[in-house]
């Protein structure tokens, strides 16, 4: 009897303990295999975006309040007395294959890297393992924009891509060109490599991959897995009109994506917090400039004045679509940091004037027809397509907009709304008129944000070898009231040194050069809108410097990895 009460009362007391959550639920679009892989170097990786740190871990994170890095699976970093870089990994931890991390990892990661036209190696020259677990950069010189792409790398494993690593070195050590074949048979090769699995040396293994979720399961050897306050994660799959009914009905307990206005104002009616953290960047009008006038800056300046930019933000995502001021290509606020006040109140600021757009594109010979279209000296019209990701809520409501305001002024405009993964490769391509990609991205160092319209949409793709078609075919060596520079060469040489005086000339130049040339015209900076279910997800309240991080630096899974984020009681 008394052995039977004594189970009662047990069974009671858990019966009554607060029922925890073992899974945590967040949202990230992927494509499925056989599209999606798991090869984190070409492609189409399934690799969960913001999310893949929980996979393969960052060196370190930039805590964006505090303006410095913290360790994750670095142990400690930094120059030595030569100018270059060291780095020593965390020791006692292994892959989910069962190989140990160490400085092998590491300089298979970068040499791999190489293949595919990694921004570091701008100023990289080697990196060699030292010992067991550390590795030694040897740098061209030493760079404060260095030691980010260093320290904010995700770690990828020897045992998959050791043999890539080694042909990076040799092409390297060889002098190689990248157009050469045997450096474009060896970029197939490892671009077309199909590993079996995502081999993981963070807190989680992806372990399943279905139509609507994937599935992460806790990986009992790696970096954080005991700091973790979930067992697993589920990574809901697919955009805004996907993941918006299941944070209605409680299935996910944060998202990213943007939502619309409507959605945003029921998602709070249903008790879900906003959490309104800056992206430092945002959607902007790119232009082909293969296709005339597309090519010439009078004309981008004339779309520039057409468009409300305030408007456009508001409608696209409420109180979170800032519409940007210095119109230079980085953030509002990470310019500030970099240029002098002075030549800010310089920039254009762009704001609505039909009557200097009308002047602009009178200049260059065009007038308006009697059925109020604005036409060429042979009477035919302007007209273009501007193309986005449809999938994109946020992106779509900014491209309608820009559409009817370009309509109302006369220049004909078709929106046209492309599957999102197919979109980015539209433009990689050269394959569109207008389109609306993204400005600006998530970092500290300005240069980040140049090599967005410079490179990355000019020629190159995220990942060298997807951007056939050049792009936006724009020419980089330019001429403005400032002179003649190369904007690419320019935003290389902002990246380089630990002469703050000097980054900051380099950036007031490129900021200047942008504002007047306008390669892309930005809408406005994105304030995340990003919806969390506080009745489930344990998190720090709005307003704590975590949310200042942004981009690699992503708080969320951050607080995930330390185990800030956890289940609410």
Known sequence: MKRSLLLSLIVGVFLSLPAFAQTVNVAWPYQLPPDGHYNTYASGAINL?????LMEPPLAV??????????????????????????????????????PITSADLVAT???????????WDNLESVEAVDEQ???????????????????????????????????AALKASGAASDSDEFKAALEELTTFRPESLVSGSAYVLDDVADAKAHLSKNPGGINADKVAFEDVVAWNGETETVFPLLQDGQLWYATHGLAPAQEEALINAGL????????????????????PLNNPVFRQAIAYIIDREENGFVSLGESGIATDYMAGVSDT?????????????????????????????????????DGSWVDGSGNKLAFELTFPAEYADWSAAAENAAQALNDFGIEITARGVQFQQHVQDVYDGNFELAIRDWGAGSPFPYESYLVPFRRYNGQGELAGEG??????????????????????LTVASSQGTDLDKI????????????????????????????LNRGSLSVPENGDPIYQNAGLDHFMPYMILTGMAKPAE
């Open 334 to 370: 990470i310019l500030k940091t970099y240029v002098s006040e002075d030549v800010l109140d310089s920039l254009n600021p762009y704001y609505v004037d039909f009557d200097k757009a009308t002047e602009l594109l009178e200049s260059l010979g065009y007038s308006k027809g009697s």
């Open 468 to 489: 056939a078609g050049g792009g936006m075919s724009f020419d980089n060596n330019v001429t403005y009231s400032g002179g003649e520079i190369n904007l690419l060469d």
């Open 110 to 120: 970068f040499n791999t890297g190489y293949l595919i036209g990694w921004s570091v």
């Open 62 to 99: 930039y805590m964006w309040s505090k303006g410095e890095y913290e360790g994750m699976a670095a142990e400690s970093f930094g120059f030595d007395a030569d100018g270059n870089y060291t780095v020593t990994l965390v020791s006692g931890y292994t892959w989910s294959d069962g190989s």
């Open 504 to 531: 900051k000339a380099d950036v007031t130049e490129l900021a200047k050069a942008y504002n007047e040339l306008l390669p892309a015209v930005p809408l406005w900076e994105r304030y995340g809108n990003n919806a």
């Open 273 to 292: 917090d906003i959490i309104r953290n800056p992206y430092y960047s945002g959607p902007a009008v790119y232009f082909n400039n293969k296709v005339e």
């Open 49 to 53: 975006g913001i999310y893949r740190d």
């Open 134 to 168: 550390t590795a030694k950069f040897t740098l061209g010189e030493p760079s404060l924009a260095t030691e980010r792409l260093i320290l904010t790398q995700n770690l990828t494993p020897a045992s998959v891509y050791g043999s890539f690593g080694e042909k990076g």
